[in-house]
Nanobody, 121 residues
Framework: QVQLVESGGGSVQAGGSLKLSCAAS????????MGWYRQAPGKQRELVAD???????NYADFVKGRFTISRDNAKNTVYLQMNSLKPEDTAVYYC???????????????WGQGTQVTVSS
């Protein structure tokens, strides 16, 4: 069993920045992909970014150039640096981990509890 705990959410004005962290309860980073999803009220959950065990990254088009995903295997932590935030980025952000295929498909086995990000105009 793996527990994931997100932190770093909050309220910020448009154009501002936040950095989310997701800490795993045990060392899994060497063989698992990690990703960030978000879900806004009334909308489906969507993949924001993912990072493979080897460090390769992928981003949704709506965050390219603004968000950066990274991982620190020694700290069992994955990060999401969010810059130039927009009101439409408002959502609950979740981290998840599993094999890359499951992560991208939205069927990852392990999920965090989520952290709220609110961007005001």
């Amino acid at each position: 069993q793996v527990q994931l705990v997100e932190s770093g959410g909050g309220s910020v004005q448009a154009g501002g920045s936040l950095k989310l962290s997701c800490a795993a309860s045990r060392s899994i980073f060497s063989f698992k992909a990690m990703g960030w999803y978000r879900q806004a009220p009334g909308k489906q959950r969507e993949l924001v970014a993912d990072i493979s065990s080897g460090g390769s990254t992928n981003y949704a088009d709506f965050v390219k150039g603004r968000f950066t995903i990274s991982r620190d295997n020694a700290k069992n932590t994955v990060y999401l640096q969010m810059n130039s935030l927009k009101p439409e980025d408002t959502a609950v952000y979740y981290c998840a981990t599993d094999q890359l295929e499951a992560l991208v498909a939205g069927t990852a086995k392990y999920w965090g509890q989520g952290t709220q990000v609110t961007v005001s105009s």
